[in-house]
């Protein structure tokens, strides 16, 4: 059971990796992604990206910089403008 | 016939015009590496943005559409934008280029439009100010930094969405060299604003059911500022790239024609050196002989 998980600038693709469970700061609040999540596409604000690489473990956190996030069949992606760090 | 020492000058000035082009040469090979790795980090961004658009796009049309997707409803004034690099020393490139957006300018003038321009790089300036030099609104220079990056896009769009906005002009068209290889860069135009409506391909979210947050305008609204930002940074990536390449094929053909220049200028001055030492040899035993 994973979420497959990208992270794209438009620098280059800064993360594509499996992963357990991310929360996104979504523009109208956070939200957790898990695998098999219903299709969504929400513009996000500025903040922390966590992402939990396994049930349980400490979230790793990237800091994000306008953008969108969609969840669909393959997975999450996120298209950040500026990822710092 | 140019004197012994004349020719040497020659040779030497050749052989240094060579040595800087060949440095020339290699400094473009190395760059153009990064380049090329830059234009390919970009791809994947580019291109999960257009599938995006084009799936929302297909939803969000008719009235509600944004202006800057379904334009303002005219198509009289057209700003041409015109990428350019800012160094020279690359070939063809820049001409090609200019004459790209001429030709564009020249056919929407014969058409009864309006036409402006807006520069980005240095080197267009000139050739365009000959024949359009009341045409031109603005110059963007990115000469400043080492290597423009979504930054000087970013500038560059907010620049263009703002005068949109205050309806300065209709229709934007974007003109940059596309990389195809190190010998060839096609200089290419699209249609910048209204963002043409991509072509949605029906296995995406043809069935499924995409929960929009906030709505699918405002997720419009933002995303196509960010869609043109993401084109002008394409375009910039493609322009370095270009000049990298162009560079590299003009160089490396200068330094084969110095080559050339140079064995052609030794032989001529062995000739006429041996032709000295000729004619002395014979005054000698001449001289001799009429003792």
């Known amino acids: 059971m994973a979420l497959r998980f ?10 594509s990796e499996d992963v357990h469970m991310v929360v996104v700061p979504g523009s109208e609040g956070e939200f957790g992604v898990l695998e098999g999540h219903a299709p969504l596409m929400s513009t996000i604000r500025d903040g922390a990206v966590q992402v939990y690489k ?17 969840v669909g069949e393959n997975g999450l992606t996120v298209l950040a403008e500026h990822v710092e760090g | 016939m140019a004197s012994l020492k004349e020719l040497k000058g020659r040779i030497n000035s050749v052989k240094s015009t060579q040595k800087i082009t060949k440095a020339k040469q290699m400094v473009a090979a190395a760059k153009l590496r990064r380049a090329q790795a830059a234009a390919e980090a970009a791809r994947p961004y580019a291109e999960r943005l257009s599938g995006v658009m084009a799936s929302l796009a297909g939803k969000v049309s008719g ?6 997707l379904a334009g303002n409803g005219a198509d009289q004034r ?32 014969a058409e009864g439009k309006e036409v402006r321009f807006y520069l980005v790089g240095k080197k267009g300036r000139a050739p365009i100010k000959r024949d359009f030099a009341e045409r031109i609104e603005k110059h963007f220079d990115t000469s400043e930094v080492r290597t423009p990056g979504f ?3 970013e500038a560059i769009a907010d620049d263009l969405i703002g005068r949109f906005e205050q309806g300065e002009f209709d229709i934007a068209h974007l003109i940059y060299p596309v990389f195809r290889s190190a010998l060839a860069q096609d200089p290419t135009v699209d249609q910048l604003i209204p963002v043409p409506s991509p072509e949605s391909d029906a296995g995406t979210g043809g069935d499924a059911v995409v929960d929009y947050e906030p709505g699918e305008e405002e997720i419009l609204e933002e995303l196509l500022p960010r869609y043109v930002k993401t084109q002008l940074f394409g375009s910039l990536l493609e322009r370095e790239a270009s000049e990298q390449g162009a560079s590299m094929t003009a160089m490396d053909n200068a330094t084969r024609n110095a080559g050339d220049l140079i064995n052609k200028l030794t032989i001529q001055y062995n000739r006429s050196r041996q032709a000295a030492i000729t004619t002395e040899l014979i005054e000698i035993i001449a001289g001799a002989e009429a003792l």
């Open chain 2, 151 to 153: 930054e000087e896009a």
């Open chain 1, 54 to 70: 396994t049930e349980g473990a400490e979230p790793e956190t990237i800091e994000v910089r306008g953008g969108f996030a969609e």
């Open chain 2, 78 to 109: 057209h700003l041409l934008v015109v990428v350019n690099t800012d160094k020279g020393l690359c070939g063809g490139l820049n001409a090609n280029i200019v004459k790209a957006a001429k030709a564009k300018a020249r056919a929407l003038i």
């Open chain 1, 6 to 15: 990208e992270l794209v600038t438009p620098a280059k693709l800064v993360r």
């Open chain 2, 63 to 68: 009235d509600s559409a944004p202006q800057l």
